[in-house]
């Protein structure tokens, strides 16, 4: 398959008009850096099943009409979530909003604090090459923060294609803790591509529970990268959860460098027809003793494509590894298609280290029993596939959520359920 | 209530019930034993609508529904309760809400409010207390981590919310405790009404000192080969299931 290739004289055009700050000197080096090693392709090992053909073709579109950036339209928090919300809009944000914050947590332009940006994963020099600007969210030394932290990701895509990039770097000092809910919404019928970098740093005994929801539209392509990494008896809980959005790709890349760190995370992926999600983690525990545990469970319909790829790597030395992974799908039809894979690479050797991967359809016997207990067929499949799924939203640790979760999951299963019957 | 005429029905090809009539009137408990294999569970299975056994010949006639052309949950609607010999775990799903569905599922088929959720309660605390079980089995998964002993007794409460016309149970007794075999055993006899119609379905005569029924049969390589009183299950715990097999051959 031919992959194609980034516009770079066009790139390199909209690079240069962006508004010179202290990231241009970064913009300029990403901008190198994907000269040489251009976007990823379908021979690399790690994007053998998602092919970001069309994402490139919509940042040519996009870069070929302008590289506008669409005017900041309105959007709200999602309905009832208790937080203090950051909107960022077709990667851009408001100024005002980095004023009210609540005691211990300071939000600065990544423009104002950080010179050089890391390097968040085969896509992050994309995003930084045309990053307008970032946001750096930093919660102090031993601050408890009672309310999430909220990142409204929004993008309205209306005439032609549209490119953005979200950037937010999150740093918990020693012994803090504190919420975050990362939400992706969009709207409009153009085609769009958003491509998220966040960075996540825990200091000694931080603690961190992030849960992000992904709800983007039919018609809406995406790529994150969570970079993430524990200091000594740092603590993560995640939760991801993907319920629209057209071609999806995820990575998940938790760094364990520090003994007594312990990372739980894990997600739920709806996959209808038309739509490509590929949740793609990798843990890499470079000391022990430590703990990573991670469960994944998918629901295809239609001719749906899903990918999981769980990589835990235990380095030399890294004595007292706890690292388990699961990950189970759901094939509501028998044209959808998951390939899923563990990966474990073990150099050490006291580790306690597990995988278990299962693709099924639903349980005959258990649809038999509930239809003998008057439910229809529908019903007894709809409650079936709910309880798969409500596994994922009951080890999710925003509390709050759940209700949200439960009626977002609830909707778009009826959504794959019709699906599927039609 | 039931009529079964000359029924044939296979698994896979192979034959089980090979021309079988029963006749269960309301307000009657009919109990049919028979040796492992011979046909019992596909009985009941073949009334409940289990879509793996495939009737080949005969009639199944219901309150002069041909039961046949139903659905299982259709079935189910129409007041026919299967307790199973093995109840499925169906983790995730809510035991609350599986009765609740259930009993609503039948109420709007009936043409009934559905029940709300006070009235539920209550009814199924009351029920539960009745068969000696904890509330808080509300509020498990379907069965999920339960004893074999409090996977029946979760049937026979499914059973006493339904209120079932006819109740088939499938080795309901096989695998309990004295505690548990009564506790079956009042669900059933509570249930006993002369509108309704149970067939016990078991291996052994044990349940039947504790509900007396009206008939028993035997079954043997897929037929009825004796039918009579409750002597009859008596007779069989002594002289041992070769004695049908003897009989029927003989």
Redesign the interface.
């Known amino acids: 398959m031919k992959s194609a290739t980034l516009e770079f004289d066009a790139l390199a055009a909209a690079v240069g008009a962006l508004p010179e700050t202290a990231l241009s000197a970064s913009r300029q080096s990403a901008l190198e850096q994907l000269r040489r090693r251009g976007m990823p392709g379908v021979r690399e090992e790690d994007w053998k099943y998602t092919d970001v053909s069309t994402l490139v073709d919509i940042t040519n579109t996009w870069l070929a009409s302008g590289a506008r950036v669409a005017a900041a339209a309105a959007a709200e928090p999602a309905a009832g979530i208790d937080a203090d919300w950051f909107t960022i809009v077709n990667g851009q944000f408001d100024e005002a909003q980095l004023q009210t914050l609540p005691e211990g947590v300071t939000v600065e332009r990544l423009s104002s604090n950080v010179s050089a940006l890391p390097s968040l994963g085969r896509l992050g020099e994309l995003n930084t090459a045309l990053l307008h600007d970032g946001l750096k969210i930093s919660v102090d030394k031993g601050v408890v923060l009672e309310r999430p932290i909220g990142l409204l990701l929004f993008d309205q895509a209306d005439d032609g294609a549209s490119v953005s990039q979200v950037r937010v770097d999150i740093e918990l000092a020693p012994s803090s803790s504190a919420a975050f809910i990362e939400h992706q919404v969009s709207g409009g019928d153009s085609d769009l591509y958003a491509n998220v970098a966040i960075r996540l740093a825990l200091g000694d005994n931080a603690s961190a529970d992030y849960v992000r929801i992904q709800d983007r539209g039919p018609q809406h392509s995406q790529t994150g990268y969570h970079g993430i990494e524990l200091g000594c008896d740092a603590r993560l809980r995640q939760a991801s959860f993907d319920l629209g959005g057209k071609l999806v790709r995820d990575d998940l890349v938790v760094n364990i460098a520090h003994p007594g760190a312990e990372a739980e995370f894990g997600g739920l992926y709806l996959v209808g027809d038309g739509q490509h999600v590929d949740n793609h983690t990798r843990v890499d525990h470079r000391v022990g003793p430590a703990v990573s545990r991670q469960e994944y469970r998918g629901i295809l319909a239609g001719k749906a494509r899903g990918v999981w790829n769980g990589k835990a790597i235990v380095h030399e030395g890294a004595d007292g590894t706890d690292a388990e992974q699961s990950n189970h799908n759901l094939l509501l039809s028998q044209s959808a298609e998951i390939n899923a894979k563990p990966e474990l690479e073990i150099y050490a050797d006291d580790v306690k280290c597990s995988h278990g991967t299962t693709v099924g359809q639903l349980?005959e016997?258990?649809l038999?029993?509930?239809?003998?207990?008057?439910?229809?067929?529908d019903?007894?499949r709809q409650?079936?596939t709910?309880?798969?799924a409500?596994?994922i939203v009951g080890r999710s640790p925003i509390e709050q959520l759940e209700e949200f979760l439960l009626g977002e999951i609830d909707r778009r299963l009826r959504d794959l359920l019709r699906e599927d019957v039609a | 209530m039931l009529q079964i005429k000359d029924i044939h029905a296979s698994i896979g090809g192979s034959e089980i019930l090979r021309g079988l009539s029963l006749d269960v009137a309301a307000g009657e408990v009919h109990a049919i034993m028979g040796p492992n294999g011979s046909g019992k569970s596909t009985l009941a299975q073949v009334v409940?609508?289990?879509?793996d056994y495939e009737v080949t010949a005969g009639s199944v006639t219901y309150k002069d529904i041909d039961l046949l052309e139903l659905?299982?949950?259709e079935?189910?609607?129409e007041g026919i309760?299967?307790g199973?010999q093995y109840?499925?775990e169906?983790?995730?799903?809510n035991n609350a809400?599986?009765l609740r569905?259930?009993l609503n599922?039948?109420r709007k088929?009936q043409g009934l409010e559905e029940i709300d959720a006070f009235e539920f309660l209550k009814l199924a605390k009351e029920k539960m207390a009745m068969l000696g079980m904890d509330p808080k089995f509300l509020n498990r998964?379907v069965n999920e981590g339960f004893s074999g002993g409090e996977k029946k007794r979760n049937e026979i409460l499914?059973m006493a919310m339904?209120e079932p016309s006819l109740a088939i149970l499938d080795e309901t007794d096989s695998g309990l405790d004295i505690d548990a075999l009564r506790a079956v055993a009042e669900g059933v006899n509570t249930l006993r009404s002369p509108d309704r119609a149970i067939v016990l379905v078991t291996h052994y005569q044990r349940l039947l000192d504790y509900v007396e029924p009206d008939q028993v049969h035997v079954l043997s390589e897929g037929r009825i080969v004796r039918s009579g009183d409750k002597s009859l299950a008596l007779e069989l715990e002594d002289k041992g299931y070769d004695w049908v097999r003897e009989a029927a051959n003989g």
């Open positions: 349980d016997n258990a038999y029993y509930l239809r003998t207990r008057g439910l229809d067929i019903e007894a409650a079936l709910r309880a798969f409500h596994a | 409940a609508g289990h879509s659905e299982p949950e079935r189910a609607r309760f299967l199973f109840p499925v169906i983790p995730g799903v809400v599986l569905s259930a599922a039948k088929h998964g499914q339904l």
